[in-house]
């Protein structure tokens, strides 16, 4: 499929599963190029072959980072080869909540990890892209947020949604910065959606995905991908600011 994205340089943090990997292989089907970042080389390396076999003419170049590490992020912008230099879209999805405990019981470590994965994270790879798309003054950033940056979930939510009420401050003050420049951001604020998230949330309690989603199902990691696509292929005078995406009866 060739469309405006064909060529397009197409940066996806989180790629490794969910959300993240569903917006690769969307990306790939039209003839996008990939750079795929995430903690599990081994995951990106599976996707990538899934990616080559279905569209083998895909250029996709993965990198093995964390995007707690500032100056990892740094390094691997640097060094990105010459042809992916010129970032085109960058796809802030990387992302954890970990447990479900009331505020006084989430560990000093979780709540650490969830706020420099979800917050610092998102800061450190939107700084080390943006200088180059400044100077080019074009370039699409797409950062998933949450229902739960806009209203708490209430039981156990209280720094995954801190987090994303953040996500929420610094996406609304990067459009302000960006205004007057061609760099579109648009915020993307998934409901439930079925992936390794809620799994992990759980720790691992299979059965309660179950009782979370009770009332409605889940989205597929691929119902966002498409809003994300969507987003980046609009005609350049057009920008989707925000896009709340729900699964039909979730409140
Ligand atoms: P998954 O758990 O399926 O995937 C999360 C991705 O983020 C993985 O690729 C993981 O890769 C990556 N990641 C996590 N921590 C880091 C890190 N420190 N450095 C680099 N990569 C990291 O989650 P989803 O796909 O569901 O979530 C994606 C985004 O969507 C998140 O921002 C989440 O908050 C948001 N969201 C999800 C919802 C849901 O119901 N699923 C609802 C609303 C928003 P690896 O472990 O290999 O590093």
Redesign the pocket.
């Known amino acids: 499929m060739n469309t405006e994205l064909s060529g397009r340089v197409v940066l996806i ?9 569903a917006t690769a292989l969307e990306f790939a089907k039209y003839n996008s190029k990939l750079i795929l ?4 080389a081994e ?2 390396q599976k996707l990538k072959s899934q990616i080559l076999e279905k569209y083998p003419n895909t250029q996709i170049h993965t990198c093995e ?4 590490n500032k100056q990892a992020i740094d390094n691997v912008i640097a060094n990105l080869p010459q042809e992916l230099k010129d970032i085109d879209v960058l796809v802030n ?5 970990i447990g479900f405990e009331t505020l006084e019981n989430q560990s000093q470590e979780e709540i650490q990890a969830t706020l ?3 917050v610092n ?1 998102l800061i450190y790879v939107t700084q080390a892209v943006l200088p180059r798309m400044k100077e080019r003054n074009s370039g699409d950033i797409i950062i ?5 940056g806009k209203q708490s979930h209430g039981f156990g939510n209280s720094i ?1 949604s801190a987090s ?1 009420f953040a996500v929420e401050g610094i996406t609304d003050s990067l459009r302000k910065e960006l205004v007057k420049t061609k760099i579109r951001v648009l915020l993307i ?10 799994l ?1 949330r759980s720790r691992g309690n299979s059965e309660f995905s179950k009782i979370y989603y009770s009332g409605y199902e ?1 989205l597929d ?1 691929k119902d ?1 991908a498409e809003c994300v696509v969507f987003g980046a292929n609009r005609p350049t005078n057009v920008v989707i600011s925000e896009l709340n995406v729900l699964p039909n009866a979730q409140v």
Do not use: C, H
């Open positions: 943090t989180g790629a490794s599963a969910g959300i993240g990997e970042l995430a903690r599990r995951r990106l980072v964390d995007v707690r999805n990387a992302g954890i909540a420099e994965t979800n994270g998933m947020g949450s229902i739960s995954y994303k604020r998934p409901g439930s959606v079925e992936t390794e998230f809620t992990n889940p990691a966002i």
